[in-house]
């Protein structure tokens, strides 16, 4: 089975060889125009003269378009409409698009658009949580509030009580490859478009409106992208819909990349946010009632905020049972980029919420941290309590169908299992939902054995004691993460699946590359249903006109879905040639079996292509659509009730730190990492995407600082000012390593998705800068997020006092 | 417009080039060699690192007619016929590489730092690397399977 093998990137040949095409490295036809958005300077105001001029007179400059020249929709908005490509007079941010200009070349179309002469009537921006707070500047009517339990009457009644706030910055992606879009005019009007997207169908929608034709007249076609992380889930819609409009007007193939001061000016970013907590707990600190307000900052346009605000609602408990709670949420509207989904996508702000008050009660208590976490785990599913977790790794499973939605559900959990525990409530989230496959007892447990968690806190404590200027931390975070969309209909994939007569596959699927892997794990669920390697497989782009209606490649759901949906066409194509093959030697289709590049049936062996060609030539259609959608899903987001997740993957991590208390500079000494990918596709894919994921979350919030100044303008817009983790930031020791359970939910070959889990791991980074700065004093540090060196400064004084 | 004539990956090539044309624009548009990656324009992410005589530079942020004469070397040019460079190999082998853009420019940095390191006699520690490699940006892999990339294409240089 070509399931659960490491096997190598399947693009990895032609990324060391260079040989990869990104969209900007695709040829283009001659007379390719170059695009450039003019950006207006000022955060909040109107326009009151645009004089384009010298623009239109610049070298190279073939077309200057405005609002007022656009044919047809003026609107990128991935949700509520409010997004114009170009601005109609009002702008809203530094950096808001206002005309663009087509160039034959991408540097004359960049020094055009310096020549324009804007004035404007600026108003005050509204720019921090506290000026929209008091301007009533948001994107719902009021704040969303979930509700558990009684929570007024269960803080009053609690014999510990903490309170406190917690700012958590935003993050830029800096995926590798800008932004990119490249169209090609067709006969009767219709578009051909490569972009650099994680949304190909919201490509083709949006431009489908820009030129006013339905989207049967638009192709969108990716292969690949250098990194999304959630960056091009929707802020890809600008320049495509830009460059089939310059296209549509002048004939002309259109092109446009943002440079990168462009990108990280023009395009949103992870959304801040502020927590407030207010929690009562018991001297063991057992939490019985939380209260949280998280406010977070949404930019100017709405875009994906709300559902961004949701998961992060939806993860305040990360995998705490909490008893009581209550959590507020503002999305606000400020004149900032609008912010957008960023690896996590609000899961992560939530998580910290609830270990900033974890890390909190612990130090008020004076209790080990991961004792804290312990007992306010949820309750284990059978077979993943503590104790489970210090044993030797079991072994796997035996395997169940993958098929079917009953098989599986109900045999793990159906037995009674409580961990000789303490609590009677009931093991369900603050929305109501029953969490039936907790793992994280054990995993912990097993983790911090490995890792050697209690030595090393005795070390840390020697050490401290011994050394006045560099203090040492150590920081334990756990995550258990919710997969599915929250807009359950987003829940669906399909795909494509050729079996040509030589016995070769075409493989198409509505997934994106954006170096996750995605392509390959799904190719190797193709190859195991043919019992093929999975070089008879071809992988190719994503096309809008094979497979149609699809959702992102977002909500770490790529595999999940598409393979799924890969299974289902290739079982449809597999059952066809078996019942062909069964009639011919007279046999049962089942006695049909394909494995190891063979087709035997009966006594009769022959070669995957020749068994192709015979069913080729008994006339069966040897092509199929794979259709799936994720089952069992209800979800009332404005009540906060019901079963929003299909299922949960869980992670702990374990980090160590140096902090000198003299700068506030430090650095990771040590990670160690252990994750539930399921039964993983790909263990090398999956421990690929943690490492990095670790690495961007510890990014977040240490280095990563996103800094506006009082006029809106974004001062950090280059990777000098914005600091993105390097080789040598990385831990000096970083021990991954996979969880050896199984998806009890019936999942592709048992496997649990694994892009957005492990970004919430590098939370222990700064649990563990927390920890160093606490070691310096006997107040609570109160650390602010991200860490930088000044902001560990700042805390150490607040820990001494 | 000056007349460029430049070896690149062991082959001479002759242009006339505006005298603001960058290296990197060179490469990627008049000779398609596209291996060659821009990912921030002003010599912060080492996705356009290629070789002038040898030593790796950030294409981006060089003029190319200032190259005049001289040797360049891209990822293109790097394997040998149809046997890839031992740094090519590691990357691929080790998982060292993602959504791959960086990819490039991470080889052509790592096999300079090998080479410097060769040459001056020394044998590269782990923290070599990650110090060597710290102008070359990934936001992919969180630089674990890179470095040890690196390291086995050192020993098999």
Redesign the interface.
Known sequence: MTVHK?L??D????????????V??I?VPAKCLHLAFGLSTVARGSVTSMDLGAVRAAPGVVAVLEASDLPFANDVSPSAHDEPLLSTGRVNYVGQPLFVVAATSH?AARKAVRAARITYAEEPPVLTVDEALAANSRFEDGPRIWTKGDVDAALAKASNRLSGRIEIGGQE??????QAALVLPQENGDMVVHSSTQHPTEIQHKVAEAIGKPMHAVRVETR??????GGKESQGNALACACAIVARATGRPAKMRY???DDMVITGKRHDFRIDYDVGFDETGRVSAVDFVQATRGGWAQDLTLPVADRAMLHSDNAYLLPAARITSHRLRTNTQSATAFRGFGGPQGVVGIERVMDHIAAHLGLDPVEVRRVNYYQPMAGATWEDGGSAPRPAASPRDISGTKAGRGLAFGAAHSPASHRPVANTTPYGMEVKDFVLHAMSARLLGSAGYAARREAVAAWNAANPVLKRGLGFSPVKFGISFTLTHLNQAGALVHVYQDGSIHLNHGGTE????LFQKVAQVAAARFGLDTDAVRITATDTAKVPNTSATAASSGSDLNGMAVRVACDMIRDRMSVCLAEKFALRPEDVVFDAGEVRAGDHSMSFAEAAMACYQSRVSLSATGFYKTPDLSWDRIAGQGRPFFYFAHGCALTEVVVDTLTGENRILRADILHDAGASLNP??D??QV??????GAGWLTTEELVWDDKGRLRTH???TYK?????D?PEV?N?ALWDGENPEATIYRSKAVGEPPFMLGISAFLALSDACASCGSAYPDLQAPATAEAVLAAIGRARG | MTKLIMTVNGKKVSRDVPD?TLLSEFL?ESL???????????T??G?CVVHVNGTAVKSCSVLAVSLNGESVT???G??DGGQ?HPM??A???N?G????????GM?MASVDLVAKAKAAGRKLSEDD???G???????????????KAVAQAASEM
Do not use: W
């Open positions: 490491s190598p990137h693009s990895g040949p032609l990324h060391v060889t260079g040989a990869a095409r990104y900007d490295d040829p540097l992606h800096f995926y590798l490859e800008g690949r992208m250098g990194g999304g992380f440079d990168r001061d954006m170096g996750q892997g090398a894919l421990i690929g490492e990095g994921a670790y690495v961007q280059a990777p000098s993105i983790p390097a080789c040598s990385r970083f991954v | 603001e990627r398609r060699l596209t291996g060659t990656h821009v990912g921030c324009d002003t912060q992410c996705a891209t990822i293109e790097l394997a890839l090519q190999k990357f691929n082998d998982h590489l993602q959504c791959g853009f960086c990819t490039p080889i690397i990650r110090h490699l710290e102008g070359n940006i990934c936001r992919c892999t969180g630089y674990h399977n890179i470095v």
